[in-house]
């Protein structure tokens, strides 16, 4: 069975700040990766994914995540975080759709919860 | 182009009472899955429909059942609600696809169901 990890519930840091949110993952074959955002009252929003090839992928609002094979993590990291980016941030492994060829169900962490300081 | 939708936004029932939630999923996609979101928790996946039948399920009980209509559209239904069905339910769509491609999920805002 799938599973994710996220061990930081909360994470504070200044504005301008680099940050890194942490994930590890539990998947038998090779994981579909994901890093969502979740503001407030708002649904998620997708950050940026790996299916395969570089194992660092470049996401929006300047994330980026480091797929990690040996350890079986994927880090999300930001060189400098900005007020906005207070959020939730959740990281989720996917399974692939043998008949469709597309995903299948997201199995999520817990979260952790981004405040930004100014 | 509109992104998925749901209604209603906030719905507030009692102990033991039947709700239906709903969402239309962006435009050309036709795969819409469901999960719940309790308070301080990631998502869970309920389940998945793709033209018109259930495909997956996660481990929820026979309470939760859906329907998807031929527009693609679908519904979540719970029967006799808990005080534990409180949470945020969220609504996720995606195009199923010929090719060998994993398609994003665009998920919907959400619908808050409170039981008291």
């Known amino acids: 069975a799938q599973s994710v990890t996220q061990p930081d519930i909360h994470i504070t840091v200044s504005e301008g700040a680099s940050l890194e949110l942490r994930c590890n993952y539990s998947y038998g074959a090779t994981p579909y990766l994901f890093w969502y955002v979740q503001s407030p009252g708002q649904g998620l929003q997708l950050l940026l994914k790996y299916f395969s090839g570089d194992t660092l992928v470049q996401g929006i609002k300047g994330f980026e995540a480091e797929f990690k094979r040996s350890q079986s993590s994927f880090n999300l990291r930001k060189p400098s975080v900005h007020w906005s980016d207070a959020a939730e941030y959740f990281c989720a492994v996917g399974a692939r759709d043998i008949l469709t060829g597309g995903g299948n169900k997201l199995t999520f962490g817990t979260g952790t919860q981004l405040k930004v300081e100014l | 182009d509109a992104g998925v939708t749901q209604s209603p936004t906030h719905l507030i029932k009692t102990r033991g009472q039947q709700v239906t939630l709903r969402c239309s999923p962006k435009s050309g996609h036709d795969t819409v899955s469901w999960y719940q979101q309790a308070l301080g928790q990631g998502p869970q996946f309920i389940f998945q429909y793709y033209e018109e039948e259930e495909r997956q399920r996660g481990n929820f009980p026979d309470r939760f059942s859906g329907h998807q209509f031929p527009n693609y559209s679908s519904e979540l239904n719970v029967n006799a609600l808990l005080l534990g069905d409180s949470a945020l339910y969220l609504c996720?769509?995606?195009?199923?696809?010929?090719?060998?491609?994993?398609?994003?999920?665009?998920f919907g805002p959400g619908t808050r169901l409170t039981v008291l």
């Open positions: 996720a769509s995606r195009a199923a696809e010929a090719q060998a491609q994993y398609n994003e999920q665009f």
